[in-house]
C-alpha cells in the first residue's frame, strides 16, 4: 500500500506516525497525483491538534498536509485542463493530504508546473506563496508606502515580502536576529524582538515615526496587539494567524482566493525569476515529522518542503 504521514488521533507530536494507506481515487473535480514534493505549513500542525476540528472535519487515520507539486496519475469526472502525465501543483482535496505517496488535488486549484521550476519550490506555492499573494492584493499599496510583516522569516512572509518590494513598497518586518540576513536579502529592515530595552513598536518608530500604512499580521496574540497601534487606518490591518485578535483591534482576516489561475501567476514569477519562495530545506517522507516539529518552533527560515518521489 501506498505510504503516508499523518495522525490517528488529535493531539501532539506523539500522535504522528508514517502510515499505509489505500491509494485514493479522484471524484468530480479532482485529480489523483503521484507526490513528488510537498510543502509543510503551520496549519498542518494545527489541524493535527484538533484546532481546526470544528472547521475542517476529518475521518481518523488523516493524512498531514495541504499543498503537493506531483504529476497527474488519474483524472476525476468534469476535469478539462488536466490530462495524465501533467506535472502540477496545488492544494489538496478536501479529506486528502500531501505528505503522501499519491493524493488527491482539487483540479480548480491547480496549475501546470513550469519545467524551469523545481516539484520543492512548486510545493512551496499554494498555501504560503498564494496566501502572500492574496494579502498583498487585499492590501493594494502604492509604491513609496510602508508595509510591516509581522513575523517576517516564514514562507508567507517572504514570499510577501518580495512580492511588496518589487510594487515599490517599504516592507519593515518582525523577527528573531537570526532572520536579519534573510530578511535583509528580501530587500526588508528587520526589527528584532525582544532586546529588553524598548517596546518593539517604539523601535519601529525610530525608523518610520509615522507609522505604517499597512500591517500583515503572521504571528498572532500579544505580538499582534505590539504593533497594531503602528497602522494608520485598521482597515489596513490584515492577519493570517488570529482572526479573533485582529477584530478586536479593528483589522480583519487574508481572504483567500484560492484559484488555479492566482497559483499560476505565483508560479510564472517563479519561472522568471521574480519570486524565490527560499525552500530552507528538504527532507524525505519517512522525516515530515522533523519538518513539522521545525515548523512548530516558529524559528524556520522560509520554507521546509518534504521530497516524495
Known sequence: MPKAYGF?????????????????????????VAVRAAGVNPVDWKIRQGYLAEHMPLDLPAVLGREVAGAVEEVGQDVADFSVHDEILGSVAPGSGGYAEYALVTASTATKKPPQVSFTDAAALPVAGGTAYDAVRQLD?????????????????????????????????????????????????????????????????????????????????????????????TSQLLTTADPGVVAELGGGRVVRDGGGAVLAEIVR??????????????????????????????HMRGKIVIEVG
Open 269 to 298: 514569477l517563479v519561472a522568471d525569476g521574480k519570486l524565490d519562495p527560499h525552500v530552507s530545506d528538504v527532507v524525505l517522507l519517512e522525516r515530515a515529522g522533523e519538518a513539522l516539529a521545525s515548523v512548530e518552533s516558529g
Open 141 to 233: 499599496l502604492s509604491e513609496g508606502q510602508t508595509l510591516l510583516i509581522n513575523g517576517i522569516g516564514g514562507g508567507v512572509g517572504v514570499a510577501a515580502a518580495q512580492l511588496a518590494r518589487d510594487s515599490g513598497v517599504f516592507v519593515i518586518g518582525t523577527g528573531s536576529e537570526e532572520k536579519r540576513e534573510l530578511a535583509e536579502s528580501l530587500g526588508a529592515t528587520l526589527v528584532t524582538y525582544g532586546d529588553g530595552l524598548s517596546p518593539i513598536a517604539d523601535r519601529v518608530r525610530e525608523i518610520l515615526p509615522d507609522g505604517v500604512d499597512a500591517i500583515l499580521d503572521l504571528v498572532g496574540g500579544d505580538a499582534l496587539r505590539a504593533v497594531a497601534g503602528l497602522v494608520k487606518e
Open 8 to 32: 490517528s488521533e488529535y493531539g501532539g507530536p506523539e500522535v504522528q506516525e508514517v502510515l499505509d494507506v489505500p491509494q485514493p481515487t479522484p471524484g468530480a473535480g479532482e485529480v489523483l
